[in-house]
């Protein structure tokens, strides 16, 4: 369970009007449910999102770990 997280970084690209594609990295701290310990983590992310009328729509979200970075177990 995500329990805080930092964003920063940020790249958007507008292949074109209704597209954007964004990379950015994330502090983030994750814990199991029921479970008061949490892991910090930090991430390279991307997100692909598309417009549908006045609406963005998240389509695809990928996030691998950030060089050097801990891994959760």
Same mark, same amino acid.
């Given at each position: %369970?995500?329990?805080? /997280? #930092?964003?920063?970084? %940020?790249?958007? !690209? /507008?292949?074109?009007? *209704?597209? $954007?594609?964004?990379?950015?990295?994330?502090? =983030?701290?994750?814990? =199991?449910?029921?479970?008061?310990?949490? !892991? $910090?983590?930090? &991430?390279?992310?991307?997100?692909? +999102?598309?417009?549908?009328?006045?609406? +963005?729509?998240?389509? &695809?979200?990928? #996030?691998?770990? $950030? *060089?050097? $970075?801990?891994? %959760?177990?």
């Amino acid at each position: %369970m995500l329990t805080d /997280f #930092e964003l920063s970084d %940020m790249n958007p !690209v /507008f292949p074109n009007d *209704a597209t $954007a594609v964004l990379t950015y990295r994330v502090k =983030q701290k994750v814990s =199991q449910r029921g479970n008061g310990k949490g !892991v $910090a983590q930090e &991430m390279n992310d991307t997100s692909t +999102w598309i417009r549908q009328g006045d609406d +963005w729509r998240c389509v &695809m979200h990928t #996030e691998t770990p $950030a *060089a050097g $970075a801990p891994k %959760m177990n």
